[in-house]
């Protein structure tokens, strides 16, 4: 574990790249990950030893998970594992779904409101005041 980092966020992220790579996106991006990291299932303990999910022990910041409702590249099912990891491991953290976005937030008010959301979390981990955006809600905080 390391200290490297005081917050961190994560923008329509993989956490588990097994079943992303097993049939978890749609098929113009099914084999994508054989060029980034190889084919699989030959790889893998590749595949594995890159997932975030599999190293939730050393993760010890908060977070900031923003994601697409309708993404189908890396699907809300990829995030909400994430939450789901740092729920149990009681760490601060904030979700927040984008309803009727994709993988990119295209509409200005979600991408307004992305930037919204981490100054607001920013602000509040860190400690400095913001009342010139909404609130994010903060679990564990």
Do not use: W
Not at 94 to 110: C, I, M, N, P
Not at 131 to 136: A, Q, S, T, Y
């Amino acid at each position: 574990m390391h200290d490297g980092f005081a917050a961190g966020t994560s923008y329509y992220g993989l956490a588990d790249l097994e079943p992303f790579v097993s049939g978890g996106t749609h098929k113009f991006e099914s084999r994508y990950l054989f060029t980034l990291v190889g084919p699989y299932p030959e790889e893998a303990e590749r595949y594995r030893s890159r997932s975030p999910i599999n190293f939730i022990d050393e993760i010890s910041c908060p977070m900031l998970l923003l994601q697409g409702a309708e993404d189908r590249v890396v699907p809300p099912a990829q995030a909400e594992i994430m939450v789901e990891a740092l729920m149990r491991k009681k760490l601060p953290h904030a979700y927040v779904l984008f309803e009727g976005e994709q993988h990119g937030f295209r509409k200005a008010e979600s991408t307004q409101r992305a930037l919204e959301a981490e100054l607001s979390f920013y602000a509040q981990v860190l400690g400095f005041e913001r009342d010139d955006v909404p609130r994010l809600k903060i679990e564990n905080l």
